[in-house]
Nanobody, 118 residues
Framework: QVQLVESGGGLVQAGGSLRLSCAASGRTFSRYRMGWFRQAPGKEREFVAGIEWNGDRSSYADSVKGRFTISSDNAKNTVYLQMNSLKPEDTALYYC???????????WGQGTQVTVSS
């Protein structure tokens, strides 16, 4: 059974940084793509960043390019999202997700709250 557990969220002032972690378990993820999504109150869930489990092919939403960095540590079965220069509009519930190949994002964590104060 796949389990994704996010951590690292919190309250930070604008301009600050946070690092989110996603601990993955339940299967071998070598053929999976991992992603971070977020959902702000009253808005649709949106893609933030993605990466192959081996660290290849990272991609980012335009709104976070140059500020956020996604990475993976296979030895720890963990995916990270380093968030710098945070803005109030980054405030959202951040979710970790996984998918295999071109399939839909099948597996989701429970989310971790990020709040950026102005």
């Amino acid at each position: 059974q796949v389990q994704l557990v996010e951590s690292g969220g919190g309250l930070v002032q604008a301009g600050g940084s946070l690092r989110l972690s996603c601990a993955a378990s339940g299967r071998t993820f070598s053929r999976y793509r991992m992603g971070w999504f977020r959902q702000a109150p009253g808005k649709e869930r949106e893609f933030v960043a993605g990466i192959e489990w081996n660290g290849d092919r990272s991609s980012y939403a335009d709104s976070v390019k140059g500020r956020f960095t996604i990475s993976s540590d296979n030895a720890k079965n963990t995916v990270y999202l380093q968030m710098n220069s945070l803005k109030p509009e980054d405030t959202a519930l951040y979710y970790c997700a996984a998918r295999r190949g071109g399939l839909p994002w099948d597996y989701w964590g429970q989310g971790t709250q990020v709040t950026v104060s102005s």
